[in-house]
Antibody
Framework: QVQLQQWGAGLLKPSETLSLTCAVY????????WSWIRQPPGKGLEWIAE???????NYNMSLKSRVTISVDTSKNQLSLRLRSVTAADTALYYC????????????????????WGQGALVTVSS | DIQMTQSPSSLSASVGDRVTISCRAS??????LNWYQQKPGKAPKLLIY???SLQSGVPSRFSGSGSGTDFTLTISSLQPEDFGTYYC?????????FGQGTKLDLK
């Protein structure tokens, strides 16, 4: 059973950089895309970005200028950095595995999020 | 970006009821539509993928249908553990977008 375990700083001040890591257990990064998704308190889900094991990425253009995602295949981990945070970035952040019949070939249409991390609450406050 | 609109936003129902939740896309997404259930304080859980395929381990009372722009999630006989918030999500393109959610609670 694949497990995703997340961690990172929970309280930030405005203008600081959010940094989160997601470790994948009982599974490989290879053959999948791995996403970051966030959920402001009491609100819906917003997709941030995704990456595969070789570093191919897709970003939400609304956040792209502030986001960096990366993978460390030696540690079976992925990371998210979000620069210049504001209160609007306060949210529960999830990592999730993107699965689908064509994902291994780099085609992410017809895909779905089948495993999720437990979530990491990040609060931005002065 | 493809906008996903769910209706209703909230719904009260009783155990044993048949429940339907709708999701409309702002353009055709063929059948690249997924459904998730979220309980408070928990990550979303995949229920249905590509509009009508039941994820392994999900009870058969859950079903999905639709194509193009209009999709439906149906719970044939509501159980106590089915209460929570349901989200649709399109996988036609990026950015991957979700509906605003439908909160299902006990009448």
């Amino acid at each position: 059973q694949v497990q995703l375990q997340q961690w990172g700083a929970g309280l930030l001040k405005p203008s600081e950089t959010l940094s989160l890591t997601c470790a994948v257990y009982s599974g490989s990064l290879d053959g999948y895309y791995w996403s970051w998704i966030r959920q402001p308190p009491g609100k819906g889900l917003e997709w941030i970005a995704e990456i595969n094991h070789s570093g191919s990425t897709n970003y939400n253009m609304s956040l792209k200028s502030r986001v960096t995602i990366s993978v460390d295949t030696s540690k079976n981990q992925l990371s998210l950095r979000l620069r210049s945070v504001t209160a609007a970035d306060t949210a529960l952040y999830y990592c999730a595995r993107l699965q689908g019949p064509h994902v291994r070939r780099g085609v992410t249409r017809e895909s779905y999020f089948d495993y999720w991390g437990q979530g990491a609450l990040v609060t931005v406050s002065s | 970006d493809i906008q996903m609109t769910q209706s209703p936003s909230s719904l009260s129902a009783s155990v044993g009821d048949r429940v339907t939740i709708s999701c409309r896309a702002s353009q055709s997404i063929i059948n690249y539509l997924n459904w998730y259930q979220q309980k408070p304080g928990k990550a979303p859980k995949l229920l249905i993928y590509t509009a009508s395929s039941l994820q392994s381990g999900v009870p058969s009372r859950f079903s999905g249908s639709g194509s193009g722009t209009d999709f439906t999630l149906t719970i044939s006989s509501l159980q106590p553990e089915d209460f929570g918030t349901y989200y649709c999500q399109q996988s036609y393109g990026t950015p991957r977008t979700f509906g605003q959610g439908t909160k299902l609670d006990l009448k």
